[in-house]
């Protein structure tokens, strides 16, 4: 069960519950024992008071006998005491338990007459319900006394005592899993704001940080979280803005060198050097943009409509195979946006990179097929031509190839388009139709 309970709190929780029970219920079975044992001792010794009394006012009276005495003392004190409805209880008995006097009508069953210390119920006495305890002595011979109280202290204390003890133990505990639950439900909220912040900076909101309400001055170990976590994000800022700053002076110092190259080839005439320059320029441009997709979260990500986007960069690009005379058709869901968390303009560009795979390849007078779908569990966008396809589906081995054979080829657009697929959490998949290919980007549908 235990198990179950995810939080140390939670888990504190049940066991101050569970621990509150036990002690209410060891509470309440210690009171019932100490007031049994209590009311016990003084009612024994009451009653040995009382027969001793008896007793005592026998032995001083010389003029009748011991019996006589005795049952005159009791007649008093039957009448001092109230008669069968008194907490008292007297009996004077002969040997064959005939009563002589006394509240009590009659001697109570299965009591031998030698047994000192009784217990039983009031209606073995010919009395009203209720227990009774009661001392058996010998006054004289063949004659008995039985003085007897009855226990009705023992169970009003029971019935009024323990139930108030056994509620203050339980009134404590609900207090204590009250204060229980206000610190969990605080714990909880502490633990929700370091989650949003790393929400954020998964969204590439790396300039996200723990609240100051949140870093309490007393320093608890959630707090020491929080600054460490505050002072981690500022070092990956910093690195991050050493990084950016790193690449553009890189990629101005490449552009600026190749630049000059190629000037210089096209000056000498050697064309062929040239437009090797030419495509060493377009490289770093890729090398750079995929770097920053994949090694930097700078992009915030924010609900975007993947069909507003999809038909936003369609309608760009509708001219583009107008001119190539390629038959271009999109397919949207009706009344379905298909919302997203996204970066609009990375996803602007993996879909652009498609069509342009697409617009490339896709030889005059074919068709290219934009589609969006909606499953149950992931929104796709595909995109297939008619073209040549690939010799394999596989991403990495065609950004191999891409390499060798230039940045005109399937490999440098495709990777582009998968780093931007993991960055959203994403899948690629490609697929040959031949003649043709098929590329389907499956976004995980938001629950």
Known sequence: MIRSFRSPFQISLLINLVVTLGVAMIAGFAAIAA?????????????????????????DRDVLPPVASLTASLGQRLFEDGGGDAQSVYLLVRSDQSVIVGNATSWPSETRLEERWIETDATELGLGAGN???????????????????????????????????????????????????????YQRR????????????????????????????????????????????????????????????????????????????????????????????????????????????????????????????????????????????????NDRMEILASAPLLASAITNLLSNAAK??????????VLAATDRYFTVTVQDEGPGVVTTSIAELAGAGRKAGPGSHGFGLRHVQAVAIRHGARLTLANTTPGLKVTIAFVRPT
Not at 35 to 58: H, K, N, P, S
Not at 234 to 248: F, N, P, T
Request: contains cysteine; proline residues 3%; glycine residues 6%.
């Open 132 to 186: 009774i305890l009661a001392r058996v002595e010998a006054v004289d011979a063949g004659f008995f006394l039985l003085v007897g109280r009855r226990l009705t202290a023992r169970q009003a204390l029971i019935r009024n005592y323990v139930p108030v003890l056994v509620g203050a133990v339980l009134c404590l505990g609900m207090v204590s899993t009250f204060l229980f639950a206000l610190l969990h439900r605080r």
């Open 35 to 59: 007031i049994d044992g209590a009311v016990d001792r003084t009612l024994r010794e009451e009653i040995r008071r009382d027969i001793a009394l008896l007793t005592e006012r026998t032995q």
């Open 191 to 334: 633990v929700q704001a370091l989650n949003r912040v790393f929400d954020r900076v998964r969204t590439g909101e790396v300039a996200a940080r723990v609240g100051s309400g949140f870093l309490t001055p007393e320093g608890d170990a959630l707090s020491t979280l929080g600054a460490n976590v505050n002072e981690a994000l500022a070092e990956v800022a910093r690195l991050m803005r050493g990084l950016d700053s790193y690449s553009q002076v890189a990629a101005h110092e490449l552009n600026h060198g190749v630049s000059i190259m190629r000037d210089r080839f096209l000056a000498a005439g050697d064309t062929g050097a040239a437009q090797d320059a030419e495509q060493l320029l377009d490289l770093v441009s890729h090398i750079l943009e995929l770097a920053k997709i994949e090694a930097t979260p700078g992009y915030t990500m924010q609900p975007v409509s993947l069909s507003e986007t999809t038909a936003s960069v369609a309608a760009l690009y509708a001219d583009t195979f107008e001119d190539r005379n390629i038959r271009f058709e999109l397919k949207l869901p009706l």
């Open 361 to 370: 390849f896709a030889p005059e007078g074919s068709a290219v097929l934009l």
